[in-house]
């Protein structure tokens, strides 16, 4: 019985990886992989955004307490685009604009969009 038993399991093992097959993946970075959370893009270093635009701000269309005024700034989307500034609704009471802007990360930097927290 125990001979049988050892068998069977010799004859698995030797024959299981003929079933699983040789696949091999080689991973090749240029550079060390950096992690991108949603919004970041990475590029390679496009230099500062040129000088920002001036712009006439409106008067809110409601109490400044639920609105706030996100200023216009340039974005990278592969080149520099200039995006208005607008008024904007708070998500919630005490919410905070984040700027748009490079933020390091590793050995590069990341670009990551205006946000509220």
């Given at each position: 019985?125990?001979?049988?038993?050892?068998?069977?399991?010799?004859?698995i093992?030797?024959?299981?990886?003929?079933?699983?097959?040789?696949?091999?993946?080689?991973?090749?970075?240029r550079?060390?992989?950096?992690?991108?959370?949603?919004?970041?893009?990475?590029?390679?270093?496009?230099g500062?955004?040129?000088?920002?635009?001036?712009?006439?701000?409106?008067?809110?269309?409601?109490?400044?307490?639920?609105?706030?005024?996100?200023?216009?700034?340039?974005?990278?989307?592969?080149?520099?685009?200039?995006?208005?500034?607008?008024?904007?609704?708070?998500?919630?009471?005490?919410?905070?604009?984040?700027?748009?802007?490079?933020?390091?990360?590793?050995?590069?930097?990341?670009?990551?969009?205006?946000?509220?927290?």
């Amino acid at each position: 019985m125990k001979t049988s038993t050892f068998i069977k399991c010799a004859l698995i093992g030797t024959t299981l990886p003929l079933f699983a097959g040789c696949v091999e993946r080689e991973v090749v970075y240029r550079d060390r992989p950096v992690a991108v959370a949603p919004g970041e893009v990475v590029v390679a270093d496009p230099g500062e955004p040129p000088a920002p635009q001036v712009e006439v701000v409106t008067v809110a269309p409601g109490p400044l307490e639920a609105w706030f005024w996100v200023p216009g700034c340039w974005e990278w989307r592969g080149h520099w685009v200039w995006y208005g500034g607008h008024w904007a609704a708070r998500p919630h009471p005490g919410a905070i604009w984040i700027h748009s802007g490079w933020v390091h990360r590793g050995h590069g930097r990341v670009w990551i969009s205006g946000h509220w927290r």
